[in-house]
Structures are given as C-alpha cells and as structure tokens.
C-alpha cells in the first residue's frame, strides 16, 4: 500500500465496506434527522464517537455545535457543573458565573460519552433533561431550556447495570430509543486495508513524509492480530511504526512482537545483528531516543507521545545525551 495525503477522508469520518458497518451507516441515516435519541454501544476504541460526529453531520441542524461530555472524566460535583452550568458561589472555587455544556450545545449535538459512569444523582438530573429539555445550573433557582440533539454511548452493557441496581432502568430506556452497535475491529477484518489506507493518511498529514508505503508481507501481520483496542489501537501502532521509519516504507520490524513476530532466520535489522555487550543501557537510550526525534522532525510533543515521556523528561533526555537539533549547532 502506498498512501498520499490527497483525497482522503476528514479526521472525523468512518470508513468500511463489510457488511457490519454497512448497517451501522444505514441506521446512521434512517435516525440522523429524526429527534431521537441515539445510544451507540461498542467496545473501547471501536468509534462510536465518530458515529456520534456522523449523525450530528447528516442531521437538520450540521452547522450547529457538537459538545462533547467524558462522563468518567470528572468528580460528580464538575460533572454535573460541567453539564448544567454554575452560578458564582455555588461551590469552593466558583468564583464566576459558567455556562454548562446543555446550554453551549444549543442549536446543534451533546454527546455524552461513557454515561454508564453517570452517579445516581447526575442519572436523575440526565432524565429530566432527556423528558423535558430542561435543567436547572447549580447553585441557580432558574430553569434553563436545551434543544440539543442528546446522543449518548457506552461500552458498558447498560440492562446487566439495570438488573444490578447501578442504573436508572427509566434513563436506559431514555437514552436508546435507537441503538447504533459497533461491531469490534477482530469482527469486520475485511475492512482493515480500507482502514490501514485511511488511517496513514492522516497520519501522513502531520508527518515530514508526503508519502508513506506499507511493506507488502505488513498487511498480513495486521490481519493475523486479534486488535483488542480496535481501530484506535489500529491507529496508534500505526503512528508508532511511521515515526521509527527512517524511509519512507513501514516494515514489519517496526512494530512490536506481539503484533508482527520476527522471522527466525536472520537478524531484524543492523542494531539485532550487534552483540549486546557492545552496547551500554545509555547507549541503547540515546540511540533509540535520536532515531525517534529524527522520525518525527524533532516534533517535541509527538517524540514525547511515542517515547511515553513528559517534555522535560525529553529534555533531560536531549541535555544529557548531547544529542542536537540540526541547524542548532
């Protein structure tokens, strides 16, 4: 495969031809310009945000905002500040007035993400909202109104939280007046070319290379892999392999073993072939820490995405191996 930057879809559209999301997209546009309120359900990193942007997109309203709420991402006093807005001095640290998230989403899509994570409390100001379009901001007297479109998603099984007491079974029925269910990656593997295509092209958009090709014998190292974190795992082994290139064509040595196990006749590459006694732990550092920076362009922040450091980590790093940017010196 070779992939080019041009004529390849937005950040924010899903690909597939398998017959699995051939459904997803024929329930996308039966429901997008209805007011129904849409439940996507699916294992982590299989998209269902994107499903979330591809309603909102194909809807009455596409020119209107699209707000995104991480329901696990907060304590349960910022969460719900967070959705419904504060007034001054309703809690420690409410030092103004803060409009919420159902009020910035006007005119347009809420998406609330893992709401299996929802408190009881929250569940029960959700379903108001989701009964009336009305809220009501923390610390105010004053009823608020929404017109935001509600989408909703979990990788949760919300009826086995029901039976267990965990989640209000009035809201479950609430939020999945229609389901949209995404299929795992290991399900829809006749997909995975049109993704890999995909995928390194946006990759390709934020890389030194205009151009990226894809070792013939790596594409049936992908489809032999079972993909636990699905297209998003997909995507960041991707973006691993192109950063350690140093040409412009993804090997399977650059992924890691448990993905594309190495043949045993023969060495890897150069620095396999060298005995380890040749090099010092320092050494292996700075070589692999140079490779990684020369990779990406000395792009600090993705250097420290693929390295798992923080930046002034990366710049002891780059102090104490004496290694410098070129034009620098």
């Keep these: 495969i070779a992939v080019a930057t041009r004529d390849l879809p937005g950040a924010d559209h899903m690909v597939g031809r398998s017959r699995a999301m051939k459904e997803v997209f024929k329930t996308i546009g039966l429901v997008a310009r209805s007011p129904a309120t849409v439940l996507i359900t699916g294992e982590s990193g299989t998209g269902k945000e994107l499903v979330a942007r591809a309603v909102h997109r194909a809807g009455e309203r596409?020119?209107?905002?699209?707000?995104?709420?991480?329901?696990?991402?907060?304590?349960?006093?910022?969460?719900?500040?967070?959705?419904?807005?504060?007034?001054?001095?309703?809690?420690?640290?409410?030092?103004?007035?803060?409009?919420?998230?159902?009020?910035?989403?006007?005119?347009?899509?809420?998406?609330?993400?893992?709401?299996?994570?929802?408190?009881?409390?929250?569940?029960?100001?959700?379903?108001?909202?989701?009964?009336?379009?009305?809220?009501?901001?923390?610390?105010?007297q004053q009823v608020e109104h929404t017109d935001a479109r509600i989408l909703a998603a979990t990788n949760q099984n919300l009826a086995a939280l029901v039976s267990e007491g965990r989640f209000r079974e009035d809201l479950y029925f609430r939020l999945q007046v229609v389901n949209v269910h995404l299929p795992p990656l290991r399900e829809r593997m006749e997909d995975l070319p049109e993704l890999v295509e995909t995928l390194l092209g946006r990759i390709s958009r934020d890389s030194p290379r205009r151009t990226i090709h894809l070792a013939a014998d790596v594409l049936d190292c992908l489809q032999g892999y079972h993909w636990p974190g699905n297209v998003r795992e997909l995507e960041n082994r991707l973006m691993k392999a192109v950063a350690l290139s140093t040409g412009g064509t993804v090997t399977r040595d650059l992924f890691a073993p448990d993905l594309c196990p190495l043949p045993d006749s023969g060495p890897a590459s150069e620095e396999a072939a060298r005995s380890p006694t040749e090099l010092s732990l320092a050494d292996v550092e700075r070589e692999h820490v140079l490779r990684i920076l020369r990779a990406t362009g000395w792009h600090k922040g993705r250097a420290c995405d693929i390295l798992g450091v923080s930046r002034p980590r990366l710049r002891r790093l780059i102090r104490d191996h004496g290694l410098e940017e070129p034009g620098e010196g």
Excluded: W
């Design 62 to 140: 596409p020119d209107g905002p699209v707000v995104v709420v991480n329901c696990a991402a907060l304590v349960e006093t910022l969460l719900e500040s967070d959705m419904f807005g504060h007034e001054r001095g309703a809690f420690t640290g409410a030092l103004s007035r803060q409009a919420g998230k159902f009020a910035l989403a006007r005119g347009g899509t809420i998406f609330l993400d893992e709401i299996g994570e929802l408190s009881p409390t929250v569940q029960a100001k959700l379903l108001r909202v989701l009964q009336y379009k009305e809220f009501m901001p923390l610390g105010s």
